[in-house]
T-cell receptor, first 112, second 115 residues
Framework: GDSVTQMEGPVTLSEEAFLTINCTYT??????LFWYVQYPGEGLQLLLK?????DKGSNKGFEATYRKETTSFHLEKGSVQVSDSAVYFC???????????FGKGTRLHILP | KAGVTQTPRYLIKTRGQQVTLSCSPI?????VSWYQQTPGQGLQFLFE???????NKGNFPGRFSGRQFSNSRSEMNVSTLELGDSALYLC??????????????FGPGTRLTVT
């Protein structure tokens, strides 16, 4: 079945560092790919998405490119802030049964 | 407009007991999905309801059940609680189906601890 694998955390970085959180997926067909963010004490929020190969999703300085050849959707940010501290989830929607499949999440800590 | 609300926010139960969690979707949203979030397994889909009908179900035992009312509010029930049921239970609502992640909004969750 469809699945998402993302790097385990926690990831700890200093403010203004470059961030990469790896995400790879397994799916038949052409899924849509997503990154969600969960701030402490809150529910998940959709951060960005890409619906077809080579699409780049971006929001709040974060970017991710849909790479079909490597089945990846890595999340990047050039200069992280303390306020980016949260749990990040990679997810896919295979469109066959409407379910959204999530990765296990990566906790990010940004130190001032 | 008000977001997705979940009650209670925190709950402590004993093994063998049963528990009911409630979710009120955003006004006008008719689809409600439930997820279990644990550190080891991440976010796992439980079930989805639309117009009082279960549309999708994840791979959870029959101890986990849910329902949706005519006002779109949803409840999930877990019977015969086990220690492994300790988790954050998230509810998400959307206006219609199929679920569009762009239009799916999550509640803050109910933290269930089973002792």
């Amino acid at each position: 079945g469809d699945s998402v694998t993302q790097m385990e955390g926690p990831v700890t970085l200093s403010e203004e560092a470059f961030l990469t959180i790896n995400c790879t997926y397994t799916a038949t067909g052409y899924p849509s790919l997503f990154w969600y963010v969960q701030y402490p004490g809150e529910g998940l929020q959709l951060l960005l998405k890409a619906t077809k190969a080579d699409d780049k999703g971006s929001n709040k300085g974060f970017e991710a490119t849909y790479r079909k050849e490597t089945t990846s959707f890595h999340l990047e940010k050039g200069s992280v802030q303390v306020s980016d501290s949260a749990v990040y989830f990679c997810a896919l929607n295979g469109n066959r049964d409407d379910k959204i499949i999530f990765g296990k999440g990566t906790r990010l800590h940004i130190l001032p | 407009k008000a977001g997705v609300t979940q009650t209670p926010r925190y709950l402590i139960k004993t093994r063998g007991q049963q528990v009911t969690l409630s979710c009120s979707p955003i006004s006008g949203h008719r689809s409600v999905s439930w997820y279990q979030q644990t550190p080891g397994q991440g976010l796992q889909f439980l079930f989805e309801y639309f117009s009082e009908t279960q549309r999708n179900k994840g791979n959870f035992p029959g101890r986990f059940s849910g329902r949706q009312f005519s006002n779109s509010r949803s409840e999930m029930n877990v019977s015969t609680l086990e220690l492994g049921d300790s988790a954050l239970y998230l509810c998400a609502s959307s206006r219609s189906v199929p679920t569009n992640p762009n239009e799916q909004y999550f509640g803050p969750g109910t933290r269930l601890t089973v002792t």
